[in-house]
C-alpha cells in the first residue's frame, strides 16, 4: 500500500498559472481535498508578468486573483500612428512572485513539490524524478503547450524589462499599445506598465511569423525607446521573454489525441485567446469550474476537461479567423492598421473581445466597412490557415 504522504486527491502537473489557479480555486471551494502541484522551477510561475483587464472576470474570478495582483489601475491607453485614445477598462497586472506568494499561503508547503521532475503520469499516477509515485483520484496536466503542429497560426513574442527612471517616468496609466514605433518582424509594439513612479515595465512586442527572439536587439530597442521618452535609465531590475502561439486554425481532435490520456488545463488543452494568447479569463473560469465538481475521479475529469476544452475551440472560431487575417491579409510592416482600426470601436466592444465574450453584433461590427487591408488579400486570408506551429515543449 502506498504512503499516506504519496496519495492525494488531485495532482496537478506545471504551477504556472492555469495549475496555479486550479490549486487556489479548490484550496478556496473544497480545503478539505488534498491537492498536490507538481513544478519543475523552484518558484511557481517562474518569472512573468501577466495582465488583464477587471471585465475580463466573474465576481468569483476576480475574488480568486485579488491576492496576486501586483498592481492596478483605473485606464489604459493606445497609441498608433496619428492616432491615440485613452480607456476606461480597470487594468491589472499578476506577477510570479505574487502568486507564488499566495500558493504559499493557501497550501502547505508539502502539497507544492518544487523543483520536481515529473517522468511519467497516468490518469491517477505521477512517477516523480525521485523515483516516487503519487497517486492521485485524478491527475491534470497544465505544463503548457503540446501538440502544437497540429495547429497554424503566427506568434507573439516579446522581451520585457523593468527600469528604474532618474527622476520618474511621468506614466500615471499603463500603454497597452504604442505601435508609434517603427514595424519591424511583423506588428510591433511597445507596452508599459508604470509599477511606481520611478519604475516601469516595458515590453517590446510583436506578431510575428516565427518564434525565433533576438534578445540582444530586443534589449536595444528598448533601450532606444527610453531614449526616445527622455528616461534616463538607472537600472534594470527585472527581464523575462516569452514566445506564445497565436492559432489561426488546426485540427482540434489530432491536437487533443497528441496529449494522450491525461486530463489537461491552460495552453495544453488550447485554452487560450486564439487570437490576443490571453490565458487569465479562461485559466480563472476553468478553475472555478473544476472546483465545483462533485466526481474528480479520473475518467470524469478527462471528459469534463476534454468538453470543455471543445466547446473552447467551437466558440474560438471567429478569433481565429481575425487571426488569419492578420497574419494573411496584411504585409507585416502594415498589420498595425488592423489594430488601429479594432481601437475606434466602442469600448464595451473592445471589452467583450478581450474577455473572449464578443456578441453577434459585435462580430458584424468588427468586420463592417472598408478593411485596412487589400481587400482580394482579406478574402484570400480566409481560407488560409497560415505556417504551421512548432511545439515549444
Known amino acids: 500500500m502506498p504512503n499516506a504522504t504519496d496519495t492525494c ?24 481535498l488534498d491537492v498536490r502541484i507538481v513544478e519543475r522551477g523552484e518558484r511557481l510561475g517562474g518569472h512573468h508578468v501577466w495582465s488583464f483587464f477587471a471585465s475580463d472576470l466573474s465576481v468569483d474570478g476576480a475574488a480568486l486573483l485579488d491576492p496576486m495582483v501586483a498592481a492596478a489601475w483605473d485606464g489604459y491607453d493606445v497609441h498608433f500612428p496619428g492616432r491615440s485614445r485613452q480607456l476606461a477598462n480597470a487594468y491589472r497586472s499578476i506577477t510570479s512572485e505574487h502568486l507564488d506568494a499566495a500558493i504559499r499561503d493557501a497550501l502547505p508547503a508539502h502539497r ?17 524524478g525521485d523515483g516516487r509515485t503519487l497517486h492521485a483520484g485524478a491527475v491534470i496536466d497544465a505544463r503548457g503547450p503540446s501538440g502544437l503542429p497540429h495547429m497554424a497560426g503566427g506568434w507573439q513574442k516579446f522581451l520585457g524589462r523593468t527600469l528604474r527612471i532618474t527622476g520618474g517616468h511621468g506614466l500615471e496609466r499603463p500603454i497597452i499599445m504604442d505601435a508609434t514605433v517603427e514595424q519591424l518582424d511583423g506588428y510591433r509594439f511597445v507596452y508599459c506598465l508604470p509599477f511606481s513612479a520611478d519604475e516601469v515595465f516595458v515590453e517590446d512586442t510583436y506578431y510575428a511569423d516565427t518564434p525565433d527572439l533576438d534578445i540582444e536587439t530586443l534589449r536595444a530597442r528598448i533601450a532606444a525607446y527610453a531614449h526616445d521618452r527622455g528616461w534616463q535609465v538607472e537600472a534594470v531590475t527585472y527581464e523575462e521573454t516569452g514566445v506564445l502561439p497565436v492559432i489561426a486554425a488546426g485540427d482540434f481532435a489530432a491536437f487533443w489525441r497528441a496529449g494522450g490520456d491525461l486530463s489537461r488545463a491552460g495552453a495544453r488543452a488550447a485554452l487560450v485567446h486564439p487570437l490576443t494568447s490571453y490565458s487569465i479569463p479562461d ?10 465538481l462533485d466526481n474528480l475521479g479520473g475518467e470524469s475529469l478527462g471528459k469534463v476537461c476534454h468538453d470543455w476544452a471543445a466547446q473552447h475551440w467551437r466558440k474560438g472560431r471567429f478569433y481565429r479567423m481575425l487571426s488569419r487575417m492578420l497574419f494573411g491579409a496584411a504585409e507585416p510592416a502594415e ?8 481601437y475606434t470601436l466602442p469600448e ?3 471589452e467583450r473581445f478581450y474577455a473572449g465574450r464578443s456578441t453577434a453584433t459585435d462580430r458584424l461590427r468588427i468586420l463592417a466597412g472598408k478593411p485596412p487591408v487589400p481587400v482580394s488579400a482579406a478574402i484570400a486570408s480566409l481560407a488560409g490557415r497560415g505556417r504551421p506551429l512548432a511545439d515549444l515543449a
Open 112 to 128: 507544492v513539490l518544487r523543483g520536481m521532475e515529473v517522468t511519467a503520469a497516468t490518469p491517477t499516477s505521477v512517477t516523480l
Open 348 to 350: 464595451a466592444l473592445i
Open 283 to 292: 485559466a480563472v473560469s476553468f478553475a472555478l469550474h473544476l472546483s465545483s
Open 335 to 342: 498589420r498595425w492598421r488592423m489594430l488601429a482600426r479594432f
Open 9 to 32: 486527491d488531485l495532482a496537478i502537473l506545471g504551477g504556472g498559472l492555469a495549475g496555479a489557479f486550479i490549486a487556489l480555486a479548490f484550496a478556496q471551494h473544497k480545503p478539505a
